[in-house]
């Protein structure tokens, strides 16, 4: 079965996807009239203004993709835009597949314009919600849609099917081109500017201006039940997200199950998914809003603080929708309640492999820094200097003449360095109220982390109050690990591991590491190849807060990296 989809951007710009989706029957028809979609066609009005962007098949957001566990995917890309692109399927694990996981110069160059470059990979024991967007620059504004992974035909969700789904895709809007914005702070080493709005399913929501007659909806009946499909493809921005005068029972994280959570707010980092299921009350009526807005944990530093809408709607009413309250901005208490009320499933299907001893056991800080400013100019961040983010005092830089992959693959020198350290090199007290200023300033370098196939690795994610604490959302590729403890100021290795889930932590592929606070995660590199750890602040990676772990081949063909496919972009 082939599906093509034409991608058409506006002005100068324009994208061309092909999706071939095969094996299993990819579209689950028996699911699809259950769902509720409203995607927009160009050109894209927001905020009362016209404005061209960059979007695949002429869709924003982007098409939705449903598969089954299991089956494969080929996804050819033509750039047809000004700028370099790829794609990245976020949260796939890409078992021997690296050279289609997506992000620029790590482990493939990137699509120039008026080039294409096929993706081919096959979903493998996952299940849920995940989402697929741009990795060059800050393209993903406006390029990214969900991933649906249906179970194999002849199984079961582990939960009563519901009567319907609804995708949510929170993303972020500016009302200038998103490159723009990042060039320009990239250029005077300044924040970038904050978003002028959030978005559900693309659409700002009736509280902004000009968005009443467009405000996303859907339906609910007395009585059925409703999964909604929640993503963040917001850029630089964690969310809370609500329903007026409902509870929601969450049932996956990440394309994983979990054992079933009632809450009434739910926080979102950007890059991770949430599926939770509600009910319509038998004798409820009217209109009742869903909302999002922002979760901001770092003191004094900008944010967007308006309120994104879509509307839950009883039957054909159509009464003035009743608003939630929603948390303060900076509501880390609840945030923190949310996360740790996470478990996973864990019955027989869905079994726990969370490793009980590690044989790598590394520490990383992560936070932002400042950096001087070139002689002879005077930059736009705190006192004439740029803005920097690290891990373990190492702020990454991107290579220019070659992948990383490619690079380890074809054994070319000079593209990066292995000596990415296990801890910090210098350690001091990480939360502290005023850091030393001799620790803010990081070394840009190219370093990656080599890791032996199979080992057992667990990673001390600690945030640091340099220049600013915040909770930083980190994704690692090609893995989902197993978020065995977090807790808030230094991390403690003689007493905070005994309070350790290893029964049946969450599985995730993105961490939100809380502020001021640590994460512990565990996972088996059992994948082949490279894959890049970093902030989903955008605005971070951009500044470097990333890594690479560089994973060796195992000791067979079927545990190594497949070879390069032969219209792998060069550089």
Known sequence: M?????????????????????????????????????????????????????????????????????????????????????????????????????????????????????????????????????????????????????????????????????????????????????????????????????????????????????????????????????????????????????KMTVVAVDAGYTKPFRTKYVMLGPGQTTDVIIRGSRSRRGSYYMAARAYSSAQGVPFDNTTTTAILRYATQRTPPVMPILPPYNDTRTATYFSRGLRSLGDREHPVFVPKTVSENLFFTVGLGLLNCPRNRRCGGPNGTRFAASMNNFSFVLPSSSSILQAHYFRQNGVFTTDFPDNPPVRFDYTAQNVSRSLWSPVKATKVKVLKFNTAVQVILQGTNIFAAENHPIHLHGYDFYIVGEGFGNYNPRTDPQNFNLIDPPQRNTVAVPVNGWAAIRFVADNPGAWLMHCHLDVHITWGLAMVFLVENGPSYWTSIEPPPRDLPRC
């Open 2 to 246: 082939a599906e093509v989809l034409k991608s058409v951007g506006f002005g100068l710009t324009r994208v061309l996807v092909m999706v071939v989706v095969f094996l299993n029957v990819v579209l689950v028809r028996g699911y699809i009239h259950r769902h509720t979609f409203v995607t927009e066609a160009t050109p894209v009005t927001r905020l009362c203004k016209r404005h061209n962007i960059i979007t695949v098949n002429g869709l924003f957001p982007g098409p939705t993709l449903h598969v089954r566990n299991g089956d494969t995917l080929i996804v050819q890309v033509y750039n047809r835009a000004k700028y370099n692109v790829t794609i990245h399927w976020h949260g796939v694990r890409q078992f021997r597949t690296g050279w289609s996981d997506g992000p620029e110069f790590i482990t493939q160059c990137p699509i120039r314009p008026g080039g294409s470059y096929t993706y081919k990979f096959t979903i493998t024991g996952q299940e849920g919600t995940l989402w697929w967007h741009a990795h060059s620059s800050w393209l993903r504004a406006t390029v990214y849609g969900a991933l649906i992974i249906y179970p194999r035909i002849g199984t079961f969700y582990p939960f009563t099917t519901p009567h319907r789904e609804t995708i949510i895709l929170l993303g972020e809007w500016w009302n200038r081109n998103p490159i723009d914005v990042v060039n320009q702070a990239t250029r005077t080493g300044a924040a970038p500017n904050v978003s002028d709005a959030f978005l559900i399913n693309g659409q700002p929501g009736d509280l902004y201006p000009c968005s009443r007659r467009d405000t996303f909806f859907t339906s609910i009946y007395n009585g059925e039940t409703q999964m909604l499909r929640i993503v963040n493809a917001a850029l630089n921005t964690e969310l809370f997200f609500t329903i007026a005068n409902h």
